[in-house]
């Protein structure tokens, strides 16, 4: 909740003011009763119409005082609650996007797709109500008791029995409730994955006649959603009912208590009517009160969510000490990445360790490779060997668990992030193994992509963009929308936007791997060609006949290296 604070702190007067003036609007609620009271002793009993009118013209005033107020309570509340949550979904998407592929995975894309939508909506909500409501109620109920000793102190003590007992239902039920909302949005995570697979598999699914199977797994995860909802639902939904029966006991026995005042001469019949409807503002706002509570434990819960995401750090940290390779203007050139005597890439005893389901999975186990500049060389294994967790580091979109990665001969674990992204976006050019174009730009906005971190001007970037569309066969779609493009050339597009930037170093994961075998021959010399002037090229594969057409092999099993040298001694044991 403390981190929740600081992002109100923006909005301190519209969190002061929205419940000012709800407290302003209850005070003038308060005082309804006594002018209905007046009403009935001489306006009533006089039956004087000019009395009852004034009176009925003052409650008319109330009124309006008491909306003035409450719409301007309500505009401050939503405008704190917006902006919060808007700050605070801002800065939630920032830190995800600080993230190595390490805790991503961990998390899942459904879990924090969560967490930045309905999480911080219910959080929004809680904050306006809270606003509005969290002061005004305790106001009024106890504001209504200390009016009722005003009108009759012998009367009033039934506020002063029914309040307390009030408060202990309604906490009681909020302390059991409170931890079963957290388990409900737990389990509104699994749904949500679920779901998730299912489209994103459609094909496969359809495919092999597993409709029915996800369709049970579906009704399975739903079913317990909506058991644990109902249970929930039914120990929140207690609020009421006890409410009712405990205020309406206590009306009871204010009119009973009152009428035998009555009868004795002690208190007029208007000072009933207003000690009942005194009562019937705390059930009103008891009512509200409750409601408030359910909406709160929600708020509280989502919010620890939305927390839990914050509190995890990147495994790849920023970096705040200089490099002493750097320049002063902290540019970053060629020279960088090729310092006399030193490998390109140079990994020294790489472990790379995921923990899933409370098992430790080794992706990377004691890996150490060295590529110079201008090399040739293909990552060949099986999958899940491991190859694509070395391609993440060697590219620094990931962090080993442990081990030492040399880049150009300076340590990447030492390197600012700016210099990393600049080393990354200039000379480094990405095919990956998903296609990865982003749906609401054209074939051009994508493939320009690199060139708007470098500062390219835009008819530059359109030439480079256009020229890389041409090397792949793709010029004259230029035009087209990702989804207009079959799986193959959607790959080729994404060679085309790697090779956009004129990188010094391209890291290419099986990047034939959707294509037919004419156009993979043809992107196998085009890598080859890239690699005569001067290139250095390492590409992941599953494929043994295309780890043939480097002039290097390291193969990758289990998470281990089993195979490092030149492809003629790899191709004499195969």
Not at 239 to 258: D, E, F, H, R, S
Request: proline content about 2%.
């Amino acid at each position: 909740m403390k981190r929740l604070l600081s992002y109100m702190c923006a909005y301190k007067k519209e969190s002061i003011l929205g419940p000012l003036f709800k407290m302003l609007e209850a005070s003038f609620e308060l005082f309804v009763p006594l002018v209905v009271a007046r009403m009935v002793d001489v306006g009533i009993r006089g039956r004087d119409s000019g009395y009852i009118l004034k009176m009925g013209g003052v409650l008319v005033l109330l009124a309006l005082i008491g909306l003035a107020c409450s719409l301007t309570a309500q505009y401050f509340a939503a405008k704190a609650a917006t902006g919060t949550a808007t700050a605070l979904r801002n800065n939630l998407f920032s830190h995800i996007g600080t993230l190595s592929y390490t805790e991503i995975d961990t998390i899942g894309t459904s879990t924090l797709i969560t967490r930045m939508t309905s999480d911080i909506n219910q959080v929004q909500n809680g904050i306006n109500m809270t606003l509005r409501l969290l002061l005004r109620s305790p106001f009024v109920v106890f504001g209504s008791m200390i009016m009722a000793f005003t009108v009759d102190a012998h009367t009033a003590m039934i506020f002063a029995v029914t309040i307390p007992v009030l408060c202990v239902v309604v906490f009681g039920i909020m302390l059991v409730s409170m931890p079963l909302y957290q388990s409900v949005q737990r389990q509104l995570d699994k749904v949500l994955l679920t779901t998730r697979e299912n489209l994103m598999g459609v094909r496969v699914i359809r495919a092999f006649n597993r409709q029915e199977n996800e369709r049970e797994k579906f009704e399975e995860e739903n079913g317990s959603l909506v058991k644990m909802q109902v249970f929930v639902g039914k120990i929140s939904a207690l609020l009421n009912p006890v409410t009712y029966v405990i205020i309406n006991i206590a009306t009871v026995a204010v009119i009973w208590v009152g009428a035998t005042r009555v009868d004795a001469g002690i208190i007029s019949q208007g000072k009933v009517i207003a000690l009942v409807n005194y009562m019937a503002q705390i059930l009103v706002e008891l009512i509200k009160m409750a409601n408030l509570i359910i909406l709160i434990s929600k708020a509280v819960a989502c919010m620890r969510r939305v927390d839990s995401v914050f509190e995890i750090k990147s495994s790849i940290e920023e970096k705040t000490h200089e490099i002493k390779t750097q320049n002063k203007d902290n540019d970053t050139n060629d020279a960088d990445l090729d310092q006399p005597g030193k490998h390109l890439i140079d990994l020294r005893h790489i472990f790379k360790i995921y923990h899933l389901g409370g098992e430790e999975v080794r992706a990377n186990d004691d890996v150490s490779v060295s590529i110079d500049k201008g090399e040739f060389v293909a990552i060949v294994g099986k999958s899940g060997s491991g190859k694509s967790t070395l391609m993440n580091i060697i590219g620094a979109l990931d962090v080993p668990t442990k081990g030492e990665y040399y880049l150009g001969g300076e340590d990447v674990s030492k390197m600012e992030d700016k210099q990393l992204a600049r080393i990354r976006n200039k000379m480094i050019g990405f095919i990956f193994q998903q296609y990865n174009l982003l749906p609401k730009l054209n074939l051009l906005e994508n493939v320009e992509l690199p060139l708007l971190y470098a500062g390219v001007g835009s008819e530059e970037r359109k030439q480079r963009a256009m020229a890389s569309l041409e090397k792949v066969g793709l010029a004259e779609k230029w035009k087209n929308m990702p989804n207009q493009l079959s799986g193959g050339q959607q790959q080729r597009v994404s060679i085309a936007r790697a090779l956009a930037g004129d990188p010094s170093l391209i890291l290419a994961d099986e990047p034939t791997g959707a294509l037919d075998s004419k156009t993979s021959r043809e992107v196998l010399n085009f890598l080859k060609q890239l690699n005569k002037e001067g290139n250095t090229i390492v590409m992941i594969t599953h494929d043994n006949s295309i780890a043939m057409e480097a002039k290097r092999v390291v193969r990758i099993a289990d998470g281990h290296k089993i195979f490092d040298g030149d492809v003629k001694d790899y191709a004499a044991i195969l």
